[in-house]
């Protein structure tokens, strides 16, 4: 098959499936030039071709991580502006498991905690939100409790996954803060 033959993001729209994803993100791994293109695509927030390449970029960053941290700050600076579900989930947990910028910290804080609030939030990204808030605590430790009454506040609400969730980061923030006041 000729690469050069395809209209990269009519590639996008062919397919919406994990094997066809990771069917686009070998052309790319082969084609590393298109990363920058893929992000374009990304950014530009045009349903549904964004949502496809924010998963293909997602998932190649599981193993190519350098094809993110140069994006990380123009995505976070992009995070307010997600409406769609598969955007904000793909873009969190690319952010909750790879280094983030000193300077995004604040923008991270606000997205998160407005995120986690809101009722209707998916409970992917709604974990993604709790996972960075806690990465967020070891530089700002004073945030532990909000997150955790935050979290509290919702449970009696919250579905089963949402609970599950929810109560696992309870106990990990009852722990931490724990620890803290034993040092």
Known sequence: MELKAYNFRELLLKGNSRSYTDFVADIVDKRPELVSE????????????????????????????????????????????????????????????????????GILLDIAFNWLSVPTESVAVKMYCMQILY??????????QELYDTIEFQMADGTPGFRGIGSKMMRDIDRDIMRRKMV
């Open 38 to 105: 893929l992000w374009e695509i990304y950014l530009s927030m045009e349903e549904p071709v964004s949502r496809r390449a924010a998963w293909i970029i997602d998932t190649t960053s599981e193993t190519k991580p350098d094809w993110v941290i140069p994006f990380l700050p123009r995505l976070i600076e992009k995070l307010p502006f997600f409406g769609h579900d598969g955007l904000k989930r793909h873009a969190l947990r690319m952010i909750a498991r790879l280094p983030f910028a000193k300077d995004t910290e």
């Open 135 to 144: 990465r967020l605590s070891a530089t700002e430790p004073d945030i532990l």
